[in-house]
């Protein structure tokens, strides 16, 4: 049964950092693709990033514009997103999924970002 589980979601000020986490189980890690997305307050699904656990491959989305990184602690396991320079348009609840859509994903975790 997959389990993801997001944390490190919070309320922070436009240019500051996030680090958010997503612990996975349930399912072979070792050869998944584990994608973060995003779910707007319009309730819209943005995709943003993406990595190959097997091969350690990354592709993000390019209106993040460099500012988002996607990592992976194998031994975890844990796939975290460092989300840099926040803007208010971030706002958002933020998923790890292991398809594209965000289909099969995790309860979510809020950031908000705000002056």
């Known amino acids: 049964q997959v389990q993801l589980v997001e944390s490190g979601g919070g309320l922070v000020q436009p240019g500051e950092s996030l680090r958010l986490s997503c612990a996975a189980s349930g399912f072979r890690f070792s050869r998944s693709i584990i994608h973060w997305v995003r779910q707007t307050p319009g309730n819209n699904i943005e995709w943003l990033a993406r990595?190959?656990?097997?091969?350690?491959?990354?592709m993000y989305s390019k209106y993040l514009e460099g500012r988002f990184a996607i990592s992976v602690d194998s031994a975890t396991p844990t796939v975290y997103l460092q989300m840099n320079r926040l803007k208010t348009e971030d706002t958002a609840k933020y998923y790890c999924?292991?398809?594209?859509?965000?289909?099969?994903r995790g309860q979510g975790t809020q950031v908000t970002v705000s002056a």
């Open positions: 999924s292991i398809d594209s859509q965000g289909n099969t």
């Open positions: 990595i190959d656990i097997a091969t350690g491959g990354e």
